[in-house]
C-alpha cells in the first residue's frame, strides 16, 4: 500500500512539474515561438510546437517571398510569431510574414551598418527610378544610383525615354547596397552603383591619370560619350575633350561602336574622366603660321549665339566674331542679319594660341569700306568742283552794250 502510494505521489510530482512547465511557457501575442511542419499547402502550414500545442499560419500570413517560407515541407523546423493566442479551433494563429519581415530588417540593419552587398527584385519603375523590394520590405533605387552598365543615358535627358529603359529591368534582381533605412518609417534606399564601385574598386586601383586605353563607344550624349574598356570599366569622354576644335554634338566625329583611343585625365572614385584630344597634335601650336592679325580670311558660320558668331576657318581652327565686332546697326539682331551655314569675309584681330582662341571682326571690314566710300565721294566732289570752275572760266564776257542788243531781239521775236 505505501508503495501504492509511492507510485501516486510519484506520478503527481510529475503531473505538477509539468502543469508548472507549461504554465512558465505560455506563449502570448508577439512571441515568436519554433515548430515542426505536419502540414503544408499553399493556403495554410500547421505546426507542432513543443507537442503541447498546435499553430497554424493561413492567408496574408504565408510568406513566399523568403525561401526560408517558400518551400515548406513535413519535418522541417520554422519560426512564426504569434498574432493570436486561441483561434477558432483553439490553436495558435501564427504569422510568417511578421516573423520574416523581423528578419528582413535584421537583415538589412547588418547589411548597412556593416555594408554588405544584398539582391534586391525589381518589382516596377517611374521617371526616378526603380521600386525594389527585399522580401515584402519595399525599397527604391535612385536612377542616379545605377551601376554605369545600366544608366539610362539619354539624349536632352528626356523622362519618358529614360522611363522605357527602367521598365526594361522590372521582374529581375539586382544587386546593390543599403544607402539609407529607417524601420519605423518602412523607409529603404538601395543604391546598385556603390556595390558596383566595391566590385570594381581593386580594377580602377589599376588605373591612374596619364594611362592610356583603348575602348568602344556604348553612348552619345548631347555632353560627351561613353567609353567602355578593360574589365567592365567605363569613361566619360566629355565633348570639350573630343576634339581640339568645337563641336555642338559628339555624333559628327563618333557613332556607337566606334573603337576610340583616349588618356585617362582624372579618377572620381568609380568616375573615370578621359580625353581623346590628348592623343592628337593640337593643331594650335602652329596657328601662328597659317593665320595673322589684320589677316582678311573666309569663314562659315557655324553657330549664332547673342554674343557672336563661331566661325569655321578651316576643319580644325574655329574663331569667334564678338557681337561688338559685327557692325550691327541700332535695331538690327545678330540672328537676322547673319546665317548659319552662311560663308562671310572676316579680319583676324586677335590670336591666342595658348588659350585656343581666335577673334574675327566684320566691323572692320565695314569700316574700311566706308573709308574708302567716303574717299571716293571726296574725289568726285573735288572733281566735280574742278570742273565747274573750268566751265566758269571759259564762259565768254559780255559787255552792258551787248546784253541791252540781245535782250532788244529777244523782245522783237
Do not use: C
Not at 547673319?338 to 581666335?358: C, M, Q, T
Not at 571690314?365 to 565747274?388: C, F, G, M
Amino acid at each position: 500500500m505505501i508503495k501504492d502510494n509511492k507510485i501516486i505521489s510519484a506520478q503527481e510530482a510529475d503531473f505538477k512539474k509539468l502543469l508548472d512547465q507549461d504554465t512558465t511557457n505560455i506563449v502570448q501575442t508577439g512571441d515568436i515561438v519554433k515548430g515542426t511542419v505536419i502540414f503544408a499547402s499553399k493556403a495554410e502550414v500547421r505546426l507542432d510546437i513543443d507537442g503541447v500545442i498546435i499553430g497554424v499560419v493561413r492567408g496574408n500570413e504565408l510568406y513566399f517571398e523568403a525561401d526560408e517560407y517558400a518551400n515548406l515541407k513535413t519535418g522541417d523546423e520554422v519560426e512564426a510569431t504569434v498574432i493570436e493566442e486561441e483561434n477558432e479551433n483553439g490553436e495558435l494563429e501564427l504569422s510568417f510574414k511578421h516573423t520574416g519581415q523581423q528578419k528582413a530588417w535584421a537583415t538589412l540593419i547588418d547589411a548597412f551598418e556593416n555594408k554588405k552587398i544584398i539582391k534586391v527584385k525589381i518589382n516596377d519603375a517611374n521617371k526616378g527610378g526603380l521600386i525594389v523590394s527585399y522580401g515584402q520590405i519595399v525599397g527604391f533605387l535612385p536612377v542616379s544610383q545605377l551601376a554605369p552598365k545600366n544608366y539610362p543615358r539619354v539624349n536632352s535627358g528626356d523622362k519618358n525615354k529614360i522611363l522605357d529603359k527602367l521598365k526594361f529591368f522590372v521582374g529581375s534582381e539586382i544587386e546593390g547596397k543599403v544607402m539609407a533605412m529607417d524601420e519605423k518609417e518602412e523607409k529603404l534606399i538601395i543604391s546598385e552603383k556603390e556595390a558596383w564601385q566595391e566590385k570594381q574598386k581593386d580594377i580602377i586601383s589599376q588605373y591612374k591619370p596619364g594611362s592610356i586605353v583603348d575602348g568602344t563607344v556604348i553612348a552619345l550624349t548631347d555632353f560627351g560619350m561613353f567609353v567602355s574598356f578593360g574589365q567592365n570599366l567605363e569613361g566619360l569622354i566629355h565633348i570639350s575633350e573630343l576634339a581640339w576644335q568645337r563641336i555642338d554634338n559628339p555624333s559628327v566625329l563618333f557613332k556607337i561602336g566606334d573603337v576610340v583611343r583616349a588618356e585617362i585625365i582624372s579618377i572620381d572614385g568609380s568616375k573615370i574622366f578621359l580625353s581623346a584630344k590628348k592623343l592628337i597634335k593640337d593643331p594650335w601650336q602652329n596657328v601662328g603660321d597659317k593665320y595673322k592679325i589684320n589677316q582678311q580670311v573666309e569663314g562659315m558660320i557655324l553657330k549664332i549665339n547673342p554674343f557672336g558668331l563661331f566661325i569655321e576657318l578651316d576643319s580644325d581652327i574655329h574663331g569667334l566674331a564678338h557681337v561688338s565686332q559685327l557692325g550691327l546697326l541700332p535695331g538690327q539682331k545678330i540672328n537676322e542679319i547673319y546665317k548659319a551655314g552662311d560663308k562671310k569675309n572676316f579680319v583676324i584681330v586677335s590670336v591666342e594660341p595658348n588659350d585656343h582662341r581666335l577673334g574675327l571682326s566684320v566691323a572692320q571690314i565695314n569700316k574700311a569700306s566706308a573709308d574708302n566710300l567716303v574717299e571716293d565721294n571726296v574725289q568726285k566732289a573735288t572733281v566735280k568742283r574742278k570742273k565747274k570752275t573750268t566751265n566758269d572760266l571759259q564762259k565768254p564776257v559780255l559787255d552792258k552794250k551787248e546784253v541791252k542788243v540781245k535782250k532788244l531781239n529777244q523782245l522783237k521775236k
